[in-house]
């Protein structure tokens, strides 16, 4: 059983890469140990799979060489896959911020890609374990569906998070296996919980803010959860956050809060009445304490109020964990691979695509956009 490119992991990347290699007339097999190809594409997105982002560049993307996914990025871009999308008559819209969403099921999606995929004469091995791999001059595949052997060899096997979906740490092991470097790893775009505040009787409630670190800030909704915060703008922040630094939260970012308090410094009106004006009711009650009319809360008070709305310092203890994030920060490092073609600088035919690489995009179709990208880069080169 003897191909010139296996592909191990049949998600966004893999399928991707087997698409450009098959169309090369090379021999292409993708192994899935899923018994099923796709199944994040399937719930991305809700089910409506943001395949892409209007706009991406390498300034919505982590990594520790931030200008590594910039070829990739270049050669196959968010138009080039819109135009295959719109080549399937698959209908799509915008949601918001540039990010492309099926209108009907990310399920089309997937049924493209198939469908590239048979075109392109690609061969499946689903429900495959991979035992063992071995480089002699080929690399041998040893799985409980036989030895397969190839020349050249791709890790499409993405991050660890939704490991019920089957996310694993396979191409982390291969990685160690060869010898090559991986930068730490945690999950990301996830909900973050508090250190030590409790404002569970706030879940479900959605606030518009702006979220920043010292480097990066966003305009979203934040959402309260039991534990913590969630909604897009935590998500996004989450890229960035680091445990020991806190985040600052501007609850209202059309105004100042201090000019609103002092204007209404002589108002019998009592603060949560008044704050309900501007944020959502239960938030205004529980933020309002010792509620009282404004013109019986100091000067000092007014400050102190005002500072924490439009900076509320927010720290966080961890995470929600890989089964509650989108994706993996970290990974393969950099360095160890061409910008080109993905191949590892180390081990000859040996490459790694997606997300399993230290290229971790923002959400709303960046992550999506790295793994065709990547795995165009890597297919023209297989
Ligand atoms: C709930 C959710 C929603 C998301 N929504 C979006 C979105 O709307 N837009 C967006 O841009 N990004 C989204 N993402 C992120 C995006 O899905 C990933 O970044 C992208 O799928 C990564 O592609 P990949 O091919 O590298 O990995 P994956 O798509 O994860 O594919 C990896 C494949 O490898 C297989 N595999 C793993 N281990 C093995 C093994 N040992 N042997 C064989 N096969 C193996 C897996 O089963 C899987 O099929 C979402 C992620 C999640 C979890």
Do not use: L, M, P
């Given at each position: 059983m003897r191909f010139d490119v296996i592909i191990i992991g049949g998600g966004a990347a893999g399928l991707f890469c087997a698409i450009q290699a098959g169309k090369r007339e090379r021999k292409t097999l993708v192994i899935e140990h899923n018994s099923e190809v796709g199944r994040k594409i399937l719930i991305s997105g809700g089910g409506r799979c943001n395949f892409t982002n209007k706009e991406v560049s390498a300034n919505n993307f982590i990594s520790q060489n931030p200008h590594f996914c910039k070829s990739a990025l270049a050669r196959y871009t968010p138009q080039d896959f819109i135009e295959l999308v719109k080549s399937y008559k698959i209908q799509f819209y915008e949601k918001k911020l540039g990010q492309l969403f099926c209108k009907e099921s990310s399920r089309q999606i997937v049924e493209m890609l198939l469908s590239e995929c048979q075109k392109a004469k690609v061969e499946f091995r689903l429900s495959c374990e991979v035992k063992e791999v071995e480089k002699d001059e080929n690399f041998i595949i040893q799985t409980n569906q036989g030895v397969f052997e190839s020349e050249s060899l791709v890790i499409a096997t993405g991050g660890l998070s939704f490991p019920k979906i089957g996310a694993t740490d396979f191409g982390y092991k291969i990685a160690r296996q060869f010898g090559l470097r991986i930068v730490e790893t945690r999950p990301s775009l996830v909900p973050l919980i508090f250190t030590n505040q409790n404002f569970s009787k706030l879940a479900g409630v959605s606030i518009d803010s702006i979220v920043k670190t010292r480097k990066r800030e966003f305009r979203e909704n934040i959402l309260f959860t039991h534990r913590g915060l969630s909604g897009p703008a935590i998500l996004q922040i989450s890229n960035y956050w680091h445990k020991e630094k806190s985040i600052s939260i501007d609850l209202l970012p059309e105004n100042d809060a201090l000019e609103v308090l002092e204007k209404n410094?002589?108002?019998?009106?009592?603060l949560d009445n008044f704050l309900g004006k501007y944020l959502p009711n239960r938030f205004a009650e529980s933020f309002a304490q010792n509620n009282k009319p404004i013109n019986q809360i100091s000067k000092k008070e007014r400050e102190k109020i005002a500072e924490s709305l439009n900076n509320w310092q927010v720290l966080f203890n961890e995470t929600e964990g890989y089964h509650k994030a989108e994706v993996t920060l970290g990974g393969i490092d950099t360095n160890e691979l061409s910008s080109q073609t993905m191949e590892s600088k180390r081990v000859k035919g040996l490459y790694f695509i997606g997300e399993v690489v230290d290229v971790t995009g923002w959400l709303g179709g960046y992550n999506f956009q790295w793994a065709w990208s990547s795995g165009f880069a890597c297919g023209e080169s297989v």
């Open positions: 410094a002589n108002s019998k009106q009592n």
